[in-house]
T-cell receptor, first 118, second 118 residues
Framework: AQTVTQSQPEMSVQEAETVTLSCTYD???????LFWYKQPPSRQMILVIR??????QNATENRFSVNFQKAAKSFSLKISDSQLGDAAMYFC???????????????FGTGTRLKVLA | GAGVSQSPSNKVTEKGKDVELRCDPI?????LYWYRQSLGQGLEFLIY????????KSGLPSDRFSAERTGGSVSTLTIQRTQQEDSAVYLC????????????????FGEGSRLTVL
């Protein structure tokens, strides 16, 4: 079974600085998606960034980028020029890409709470 | 709006009562997921509907919990004889999972239903 591990329950970053959130996962599959979701205090989960495992190039979305290391099964999120609005809970998630795995269930990590200091 | 809609937003009930939580997914989305999130915690998978296939109920914590999805659209999560440990936010999400050419892997979340059992 697949697992997703976020080993940092809480992180802090100074406004305008850069922070990296860690995520590792375990799977025997070769094709899958990895995601970072943000959950602000308003509660609604929002997709931050998505990576397809077959793509070697790391995904980027404006100030957000990932370091995807497939062999090491690592998927970290880098937030550059941190802003107060980045303060939230961040969840790493995994999903099989093909139904041959038997499910399209999403596996979420336990989350990292990011605090942004003014 | 075009997003995932959940109701009620907040529900306070007495121990032993039954509650129904509703989720209206994005039109055309084939998959619908229910998750439970206790205060400050991660997402606990409950149940997953994929098209016309039998739902994956592997996450339901007890037989007091049930869910249905009518006409491949609206879903209702029912909790019978509520207990205080059922207090949590119940999140619904939908996606184009499995739709050839349209499945980006992205999961779209509603704002959740906060259940408080007194």
């Amino acid at each position: 079974a697949q697992t997703v591990t976020q080993s940092q329950p809480e992180m802090s970053v100074q406004e305008a600085e850069t922070v990296t959130l860690s995520c590792t996962y375990d799977t025997s599959e070769s094709d899958y998606y990895l995601f970072w979701y943000k959950q602000p205090p308003s509660r609604q989960m929002i997709l931050v960034i998505r990576q397809e495992a077959y793509k070697q190039q790391n995904a980027t979305e404006n100030r957000f980028s990932v370091n995807f290391q497939k062999a090491a099964k690592s998927f970290s999120l880098k937030i550059s020029d941190s802003q107060l609005g980045d303060a939230a809970m961040y969840f790493c998630a995994y999903r099989s890409q093909h139904y041959t795995s038997g499910t399209y269930k999403y596996i979420f990590g336990t989350g990292t709470r990011l605090k942004v200091l003014a | 709006g075009a997003g995932v809609s959940q109701s009620p937003s907040n529900k306070v009930t007495e121990k032993g009562k039954d509650v129904e939580l509703r989720c209206d997914p994005i039109s055309g989305h084939t998959a619908l997921y229910w998750y439970r999130q206790s205060l400050g915690q991660g997402l606990e998978f409950l149940i997953y509907f994929q098209g016309n296939s039998a739902p994956d109920k592997s996450g339901l914590p007890s037989d007091r919990f049930s869910a249905e999805r009518t006409g491949g659209s609206v879903s209702t999560l029912t909790i019978q004889r509520t207990q205080q440990e059922d207090s949590a936010v119940y999140l619904c999400a939908s996606s184009r999972t499995g739709l050839a050419g349209a499945d980006t892997g992205e999961l779209f979340f509603g704002e959740g239903s906060r259940l408080t059992v007194l």
